[in-house]
């Protein structure tokens, strides 16, 4: 039994399919009424199976799209993102601006990630990725009015 959501599985229903056509073909198109119900039921079970794995296949292209989109994004980035005290800052004309991203995460997947304040504790930021902490003071908000001033 092939893997479901694979392309091994559609291709092995869709081969349960032929055989049904296969064993009318067979028969002289002359079967017994218990015969018919018994392939109608294996047609209709390979129907199900095979729309069940397309819909995982599906599922499974459209993840790879969504990493294929972050990929592009970091690669766009790549240049364009620096470190600023314990964060990584976006750039504009190389000065680092705005909301800090977490290091961690850019550091081993290329992700960007704003760093929240913690509630209750405004000396403390958060990653809502990897939950690690950063004091606030080290990941400040960078205005770019200040930057160009
Ligand atoms: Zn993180």
Redesign the pocket.
Known sequence: MAIPGSIEGVMQSLEGAQDVAKAIRLSGYLLEKNDLKRLLADLTATVSETKMSLSLLQDAIGEKDKELIRMNEALFYKGNIRRRGDGYYKTFENRPYGQAY?S??WEKDHQL?HLHNRILNRDVRM?P????EYQAIRTPYLDTEKQTA
């Not at 990725?129 to 690690?132: D, L, S, T």
């Open positions: 977490c961690y995460c990630f990653c990725h990897c939950k690690n």
